[in-house]
């Protein structure tokens, strides 16, 4: 079970569609085929399926996981709808690529299962059970995927997404299907459909240190909707998307406890899609004229546009990894002949895959490489926190020897290859400090109501243009299949609780808002003094 490590110095290339030239070749491939990985089908691939997943643990341990194939022991009662396999789970050791401990887990669906929940922990669904699993604390004591309780859910889980800096965890679930689980059922068949069946539950998470006593969870509400929903939120507060003009949107940052604050403009001929990369920066997708002509551009909270890039092909729901503690994050494409990002993609409709590393101030791109085979569900990808690695997982054409038993043959074969990103000057950590000092506080203020205020107010709805969403995860966050993840339709309203908060701080802003001048009150071009 244990794989040898070739350690590779070189820049070349390990078969054709790797790292462009300019990008360095891995410092480390770990290869996968000897923990009993087999060839993915290409249609699990395109369809959307959570096939393997790539997490940093912590500088010395990668979590790796994916399908096994063999018989599988019958359950009684099982449901007819479940569609069953097995998922290995492997820990490897930094460098030496030793597994020093596996598992398997059973999944009834082909959904996503893992999440990272940062420092060092992990959130497993199974079925609608979720776990915690903290590798590194439990590989002491020889159980080292020992499943501590986490929350319990008593509905059907439909979504499960986790801030960028792990501190907000959203999930959205459903009543359970009574009946015919081809389509969306909820409790009550003789009663009137339900106009909001969709529960949206929000936690903030906090890290006190290494143990299952180490993380605090704490409900910050919830609210009912008709879709699940993407949401554009930190802990802090939630970006709203305002139409400002023909092609013209505006972005406002609502604070939880009520502050509004005014950012910067966006041209768009689509309806952006937004993730916040840090607590006081975000990324916005866009389109120029048509669905195929997309860019990205980065924003902070100080308002500012900081930079953006153009892309010139198609992409499907991209996934994200973040770094904040040093101002980065990995972008995963799915390249794709069809402009309609919400559609199944047939395996002949994929073009590519591809990650890149981004420094978020300014938009630098760091690093570039391809991944084989293309997996449209991401997480086979994952940067490292300290933002100075990046592991993906890669096919090549691998050379055997001859042996007494064997001639020399090539053969594909994957394999999980860690590059090394450069890292941050004085410059960088000068800029990585100052957006950090715009991070807005977290209040504690229940979020729901934050929610429900924002998206109660007049708003243009999203259209599910292929811009590609904020969502799925990477990394960080993806529905489970059947699920879409985007914005608009009906508002929220908040599920009633017993305890209740008032919102209060600046009044959203009615009028139009002024461009920014150069020009200071009463001055004009012509009487602008020089400087």
């Given at each position: 079970?244990?794989?040898?490590?070739?350690?590779?110095v070189?820049?070349?290339?390990?078969?054709?569609g790797?790292a462009?030239?300019?990008?360095?070749?891995?410092?480390?491939?770990?290869?996968?085929n000897?923990?009993?990985?087999?060839?993915?089908?290409?249609?699990?691939?395109?369809?959307?399926?959570?096939?393997?997943?790539?997490?940093?643990?912590?500088?010395g341990?990668?979590?790796?996981?994916?399908?096994?194939?063999?018989?599988?022991?019958?359950?009684?009662?099982?449901?007819?709808?479940?569609?069953?396999?097995?998922?290995?789970?492997?820990?490897?050791?930094?460098?030496?690529g030793?597994?020093?401990?596996?598992?398997?887990?059973?999944?009834?669906?082909?959904?996503?299962?893992?999440?990272?929940?940062?420092?060092?922990?992990?959130?497993?669904?199974?079925?609608?059970?979720?776990?915690?699993?903290?590798?590194?604390?439990?590989?002491?004591?020889?159980?080292?995927?020992?499943?501590?309780?986490?929350?319990?859910v008593?509905?059907?889980?439909?979504?499960?997404?986790?801030?960028?800096?792990?501190?907000?965890?959203?999930?959205?679930?459903?009543?359970?299907?009574?009946?015919?689980?081809?389509?969306?059922?909820?409790?009550?068949?003789?009663?009137?459909?339900?106009?909001?069946?969709?529960?949206?539950?929000?936690?903030?998470?906090?890290?006190?240190?290494?143990?299952?006593?180490?993380?605090?969870?704490?409900?910050a509400?919830?609210v009912?909707?008709?879709?699940?929903?993407?949401?554009?939120?930190?802990?802090?507060?939630?970006?709203?998307?305002?139409?400002?003009?023909?092609?013209?949107?505006?972005?406002?940052?609502?604070?939880?406890?009520?502050?509004?604050?005014?950012?910067?403009?966006?041209?768009?001929t689509?309806?952006?899609?937004i993730?916040?990369?840090?607590?006081?920066?975000?990324?916005a997708?866009?389109?120029r004229?048509?669905?195929?002509?997309q860019?990205i551009?980065?924003f902070?909270?100080?308002?500012?546009?900081?930079?953006?890039?153009?892309?010139?092909?198609?992409?499907?729901?991209?996934?994200?990894?973040?770094?904040?503690?040093?101002?980065?994050?990995?972008?995963?494409?799915?390249?794709?002949?069809?402009?309609?990002?919400?559609?199944?993609?047939?395996?002949?409709e994929?073009n590519?895959?591809?990650?890149?590393?981004?420094?978020?101030?300014?938009?630098?791109?760091?690093?570039?490489?391809?991944?084989?085979?293309?997996?449209?569900?991401?997480?086979?990808?994952?940067?490292?926190?300290?933002?100075l690695?990046?592991?993906?997982?890669?096919?090549?054409?691998?050379?055997?020897?001859?042996?007494?038993?064997y001639?020399?043959y090539?053969?594909k074969?994957?394999?999980?290859?860690?590059?090394?990103?450069?890292?941050l000057?004085?410059?960088?950590?000068?800029?990585?400090?100052?957006?950090?000092?715009?991070?807005?506080?977290?209040?504690?203020?229940?979020?729901d109501?934050?929610?429900?205020?924002?998206?109660?107010?007049?708003?243009?709805?999203?259209?599910?243009?292929?811009?590609?969403?904020?969502?799925?995860?990477?990394?960080?966050?993806?529905?489970?299949?059947?699920?879409?993840?985007?914005?608009?339709?009906?508002?929220?309203?908040?599920?009633?609780?017993?305890?209740?908060?008032?919102?209060?701080?600046?009044?959203?802003?009615?009028?139009?808002?002024t461009?920014?001048?150069?020009?200071?009150?009463?001055?004009?071009?012509?009487g602008?003094?020089?400087?």
């Amino acid at each position: 079970m244990v794989g040898t490590v070739a350690m590779l110095v070189a820049c070349a290339a390990l078969s054709a569609g790797a790292a462009t030239p300019h990008d360095p070749g891995p410092v480390l491939r770990i290869p996968l085929n000897p923990m009993g990985f087999q060839t993915i089908l290409p249609d699990f691939l395109t369809s959307g399926n959570s096939m393997v997943t790539v997490h940093f643990v912590d500088d010395g341990h990668l979590l790796v996981t994916f399908g096994l194939r063999g018989l599988m022991k019958r359950e009684v009662n099982d449901p007819v709808d479940d569609d069953d396999r097995m998922v290995g789970a492997f820990l490897v050791e930094l460098p030496s690529g030793k597994v020093v401990a596996r598992t398997e887990w059973r999944t009834h669906d082909r959904g996503q299962y893992l999440w990272s929940l940062g420092h060092g922990r992990f959130l497993l669904r199974i079925r609608d059970r979720l776990t915690m699993l903290e590798p590194m604390a439990g590989a002491a004591s020889g159980d080292a995927f020992h499943e501590y309780p986490f929350l319990q859910v008593e509905r059907h889980i439909l979504a499960v997404l986790v801030s960028a800096g792990d501190d907000l965890l959203t999930i959205e679930t459903a009543d359970r299907a009574k009946k015919d689980s081809s389509r969306p059922q909820f409790a009550g068949d003789d009663t009137p459909a339900n106009s909001a069946p969709v529960q949206i539950n929000f936690y903030r998470l906090t890290s006190s240190g290494p143990g299952v006593d180490g993380l605090a969870v704490a409900s910050a509400g919830a609210v009912r909707a008709r879709v699940a929903l993407a949401l554009p939120l930190t802990t802090r507060g939630f970006l709203e998307t305002l139409e400002g003009g023909r092609d013209s949107w505006m972005f406002n940052f609502d604070a939880h406890a009520g502050k509004v604050s005014e950012l910067a403009q966006f041209d768009s001929t689509c309806y952006p899609r937004i993730t916040f990369v840090s607590h006081s920066e975000f990324v916005a997708f866009g389109c120029r004229g048509s669905a195929d002509k997309q860019d990205i551009a980065g924003f902070n909270l100080k308002g500012d546009a900081m930079w953006q890039q153009n892309f010139f092909d198609v992409q499907s729901e991209p996934a994200f990894a973040f770094a904040p503690a040093v101002g980065r994050f990995a972008l995963e494409r799915t390249i794709v002949s069809t402009m309609d990002s919400m559609a199944a993609v047939a395996s002949g409709e994929v073009n590519s895959q591809e990650v890149r590393v981004y420094q978020t101030y300014n938009g630098k791109q760091l690093f570039r490489t391809d991944c084989t085979p293309a997996v449209k569900a991401g997480q086979n990808f994952a940067l490292s926190p300290d933002g100075l690695r990046l592991a993906v997982l890669r096919e090549a054409m691998v050379s055997h020897k001859a042996t007494a038993d064997y001639d020399a043959y090539t053969a594909k074969e994957a394999a999980v290859e860690i590059y090394a990103l450069p890292a941050l000057n004085g410059k960088d950590e000068a800029a990585v400090k100052e957006a950090q000092g715009l991070a807005p506080e977290d209040t504690g203020a229940r979020i729901d109501l934050a929610v429900q205020r924002v998206l109660g107010q007049a708003r243009p709805a999203a259209s599910s243009g292929s811009a590609g969403s904020g969502s799925a995860g990477g990394s960080s966050a993806a529905a489970l299949p059947g699920v879409g993840l985007g914005a608009g339709g009906d508002a929220p309203a908040p599920v009633p609780a017993a305890d209740s908060a008032s919102a209060s701080g600046d009044a959203v802003p009615t009028g139009p808002r002024t461009p920014p001048t150069l020009y200071g009150p009463g001055e004009t071009p012509q009487g602008k003094s020089p400087q």
